[in-house]
Structures are given as structure tokens and as C-alpha cells.
T-cell receptor, first 111, second 114 residues
Framework: GQQLNQSPQSMFIQEGEDVSMNCTSS?????WLWYKQDPGEGPVLLIA?????ELTSNGRLTAQFGITRKDSFLNISASIPSDVGIYFC???????????FGKGTKLSVKP | DGGITQSPKYLFRKEGQNVTLSCEQN?????MYWYRQDPGQGLRLIYY???????QKGDIAEGYSVSREKKESFPLTVTSAQKNPTAFYLC?????????????FGQGTRLTVV
């Protein structure tokens, strides 16, 4: 099955730094979702995007639906230790397609 | 509080045995899904079900089986035919009967073959 190209694969940053990660696809998506997964837990939905060009924030998190509909970005500002985890993007083609997931970005934050 | 409950959290299986993972949701969602997660990999779809008594194979269905006798429940059986069953298994559900869109996940079951 198709998977999205998510980058970077991992990040090691200092507390207080900003973080950026992205997902790209060769196909157009109608929905982009961003999830965070803590170790040994299920993913939790952070932000959902439904319209090309849409920019949505959730606290220190901001995500954008690319205007080409083939990519999405997630930014985390002023990172803190509890931001540690794996961040997944997921996309849906059309209104009936199953979600397709990226391989995740593993974020480590040094206090 | 509504949510998805997976049990058990940890499961050990001997080679050649079948084992069933439980997934229950009280969100009144129509669709339910099973994903497999391996280290460094994304989530791979095993099976999904949009309505009761109906389910479809995902990308890696071989060696797995499911049933959907009740809206709230979607158990996954890992059979002896699955050659590499050690993994983290995640159950999810979505509202509206649509496939995808804001999937809510359980806390996962870690299966280890011993």
C-alpha cells in the first residue's frame, strides 16, 4: 500500500527550539491529519485539515494544508520535554478512501 | 467517557497458536480498523469494517482474521499462518461510516511471540 513521505525521520532538539516537519505525496489528498504517539500508546489526533491552503493552530502547534494538496506541514513552537514522541501525518483521498500514514517523525527534546 | 479500549495491553503467544486481540468502542462509530505498527514503520492497515457483519481486507491481511458481530466490537485474530506476528497492534474507529477522517485510536496491544 502507498505510504506518505514524511521527513525528517528523527529530530534531536533543545528545549525552547521550534520544530518543523512535513509530509509529501505524489497524489492529491482531500484531508490531512496530524497525530502524536507517546511510547507504548495509541496515536492521538492533534490537528485536522480539510481545505487546501488551510492553516490551523492547536496551542503551540500549527499545521498547514499545502495549496497543491500534495503536502502538509506541522510546526511546533517553543518545544518542551513533553513534546517528545512520534508524530504521524495521515492523508485521505476523496471521501471514501482509507487513511494513508507516513512513517513518522521521532522527536527528542533535550531539557 | 467515550473511547476505544484494547485488551490486553501485552500479549505473549507461542509459535503455532492463534490469539485474539479485543477492541471495543462506545463512541457509536460505524467504521473500525486494525493497524499493525513495526519499529520505524508507519501504520499498515490489516482489516477494516464499515458496518456490522461486513469487513474488508487491508494492505496486510494475510495471517489475520476479524469479525464484526456488534457495532461496538471488532476483534482481531492473529493466526498461526502469520509468519511474523510480533508487533504493536492498534485499533481505530471513525464516525459517519466514512473510511478515514479523524480516526480515534485505542492504546494498543503489544504482541510478542515466544
Amino acid at each position: 500500500g502507498q505510504q506518505l513521505n514524511q521527513s525528517p525521520q528523527s529530530m534531536f532538539i533543545q528545549e525552547g527550539e521550534d520544530v518543523s516537519m512535513n509530509c509529501t505525496s505524489s497524489s492529491i489528498f482531500n484531508t490531512w491529519l496530524w497525530y502524536k504517539q507517546d511510547p507504548g500508546e495509541g496515536p492521538v489526533l492533534l490537528i485536522a485539515l480539510y481545505k487546501a491552503g488551510e492553516l490551523t493552530s492547536n496551542g503551540r502547534l500549527t499545521a498547514q494544508f499545502g495549496i497543491t494538496r500534495k503536502d502538509s506541514f506541522l510546526n511546533i513552537s517553543a518545544s518542551i520535554p513533553s513534546d517528545v514522541g512520534i508524530y504521524f501525518c495521515a492523508g485521505q483521498r476523496g471521501s471514501q478512501g482509507n487513511l494513508i500514514f507516513g512513517k513518522g517523525t521521532k522527536l527528542s527534546v533535550k531539557p | 467517557d467515550g473511547g476505544i479500549t484494547q485488551s490486553p495491553k501485552y500479549l505473549f503467544r507461542k509459535e503455532g497458536q492463534n490469539v485474539t486481540l479485543s477492541c471495543e468502542q462506545n463512541l457509536n462509530h460505524d467504521a473500525m480498523y486494525w493497524y499493525r505498527q513495526d519499529p520505524g514503520q508507519g501504520l499498515r492497515l490489516i482489516y477494516y469494517s464499515q458496518i456490522v457483519n461486513d469487513f474488508q481486507k487491508g494492505d496486510i491481511a494475510e495471517g489475520y482474521s476479524v469479525s464484526r458481530e456488534k457495532k461496538e466490537s471488532f476483534p482481531l485474530t492473529v493466526t498461526s499462518a502469520q509468519k511474523n506476528p510480533t508487533a504493536f497492534y492498534l485499533c481505530a474507529s471513525t464516525p459517519y461510516g466514512g473510511r478515514g477522517t479523524e480516526a480515534f485510536f485505542g492504546q494498543g496491544t503489544r504482541l510478542t511471540v515466544v
